[in-house]
């Protein structure tokens, strides 16, 4: 397959969620994967923390170990499992190849994961973010990877983004979704402000959820190697390690900012007005309530 036919390709709808082509045709594949009682499954809209949660529990899991850590890239360490690119990637013979216990990460809503990962009442962790935020880092990462269509203007990227029109679909819908099957299923709930504002704090609320105990030591030790400065230094948690045709860390790097509150550097007035009007539409009869800045 030539370039062209691979990337900057427009998504395609599966169920009425905006997907990749590639993952759109692999779908029966996706839908079919066979989930383990004992995955960890690690969930996000895209740009919410999910490299940085990934890394993290890596860490947990190696108890640690820094050098066992940097054995691959964080993509390998913790198969996206629906991404599929023919020639590229195939997260779900990646996770098959994988021993348990598996760490599985994905962007998919609700209702379309695979129903393994329900049945086998998997425990799950989502990390949440503002929606101004994941709008400003998405618009950032489009430009940069290059399974995305073109971005557009900002203007326009934004509107994309309030209609849903974006890779995984509607922000609203995504975060909404999850936090109410955290009332039926094994789901930890966590958000990327907590994690800046205390990221031991947070850390903690994962050591509880897996019931796994680790000496202060190591708390800290992880806490240090997961701090944004860390990893953006760290090739096997920045993604350079992805081919330049996929991601082009030139155009703008993977591990940008890492911060809360970069929206105001981007929103015009009039656009955060607008934006505001919408998501309090979107967002009215929740009590899922988000923080913007730190
Ligand atoms: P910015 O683009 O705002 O900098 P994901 O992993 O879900 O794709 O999310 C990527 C976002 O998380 C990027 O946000 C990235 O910089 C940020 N990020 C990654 N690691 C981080 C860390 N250790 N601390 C804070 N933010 C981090």
């Not at 360490?77 to 994988?98: D, H, K, S, T, W």
């Not at 962790?125 to 929606?131: H, Q, T």
């Not at 990462?141 to 994309?160: D, S, V």
Request: charged share 30%; hydrophobic share 35%; net charge negative.
């Amino acid at each position: 397959m030539d370039n062209k036919d691979i990337f900057r390709r427009e998504l395609v709808d599966v169920h009425g969620v905006p997907l990749f082509w590639s993952i759109a045709e692999a779908w029966p594949q996706i839908e079919a994967f066979e989930a383990r009682p004992d995955d960890l499954l690690i969930s996000t809209y895209p740009k919410s923390g999910t490299t940085w949660v990934s890394e993290i529990l890596d860490m947990i899991y190696n108890n640690g170990d820094i050098e066992k850590c940097k054995r691959d890239a964080i993509f390998n360490r913790v198969p996206f499992m629906e991404l599929i690119v023919p020639g590229y990637v195939n997260g779900i013979q990646q996770l098959e190849a994988l021993k348990s216990p598996r760490l599985v990460k994905t962007h998919l809503p609700v209702e379309l994961l695979p129903s393994s990962l329900w049945k086998n009442d998997c425990k799950m962790i989502y990390v949440a973010r503002n929606a101004k935020d994941v709008a400003v880092s998405y618009y950032y990462f489009y430009q940069m990877a290059k399974m995305h269509p073109e971005p557009g203007t900002w203007e326009e990227f934004l509107e994309k983004f309030k209609a849903g029109k974006v890779g995984f679909g509607s922000w609203y819908d995504h975060v909404k979704g999850w936090w109410e099957k955290r009332k039926d299923y094994r789901i930890l709930y966590l958000f990327y402000e907590d994690m800046k504002e205390d990221p031991k704090r947070e850390l903690l609320k994962v050591l509880k959820f897996l019931e796994k105990d680790l000496p202060e030591e190591i708390v800290n030790k992880i806490l240090y190697h997961t701090s944004f400065k860390v990893m953006k230094q760290n090739p096997t948690a920045n993604y350079t390690m992805m081919s330049e045709k996929e991601m082009d860390h030139n155009v703008s790097p993977f591990m940008r900012k890492g911060i809360s509150g970069d929206w105001k550097n981007q929103f015009t007035v009039a656009q955060y007005e607008t934006f505001e009007k919408h998501y309090n539409q979107q967002m009215e009869g929740t009590t899922l309530k988000f923080r913007e800045e730190i």
